[in-house]
């Protein structure tokens, strides 16, 4: 086997562009050693640390999204309610108005027949004092022909 620490150690050959010599393989198995410790220590819990953020934001992502739909259906929900209740108390105010109506007419046919008895009462009671009335002309008027007859008999 070679000794690649020997190699290391051996004089540099001056000349060319690149030396070729141990220092190649003792840089490359430095490497390989730095990147599995920095894998081990570093880059392995930082991959964890950034799946498990990754997780947290796709749940709070799926969460989120689940939200949005049941604030959706509740809003549906109330829209559906405020409607029914708007028709509801269009329909009272219409009851209401109706009632109105015809508590008006029921008032104005009772103002109105009222009107009709009062004013048939008032007919009575005039065509009442116009026949008493009437019996006292034509006692008056008796009385005055008569007053006249003597008069003109007496003459």
Do not use: Y
């Not at 190699?7 to 030396?19: C, I, K, N, S, T």
């Not at 049941?70 to 105010?93: G, P, S, W």
């Not at 009442?128 to 008056?140: F, I, K, N, Y």
């Amino acid at each position: 086997m070679i000794n690649w620490l020997s190699l290391a150690e051996a004089p540099v050959p001056e000349g060319g562009l690149f030396d070729f010599d141990a220092t190649l393989p003792l840089m490359a198995i430095q490497v390989v050693i730095l990147t599995f410790i920095l894998n081990k220590l570093f880059f392995q819990p930082v991959g964890k640390v950034v799946e498990e953020r990754e997780g947290f934001v796709t749940t709070s992502h799926k969460d989120a999204k689940a939200r949005l739909a049941q604030v959706q259906r509740l809003e549906d929900d109330l829209k559906a309610r405020l409607q029914e209740a708007r028709q509801e108390a269009q329909a009272v105010i219409t009851a209401a108005e109706d009632e109105v109506a015809t508590l008006h007419k029921a008032a104005l046919a009772e103002a109105k027949a009222s009107a009709m008895k009062l004013r048939e009462e008032a007919r009575a009671d005039i065509k009442a004092q116009r026949s008493a009335a009437d019996v006292v002309l034509a006692e008056e008027s008796r009385r005055l022909a008569d007053l006249i007859i003597q008069r003109l008999v007496a003459t």
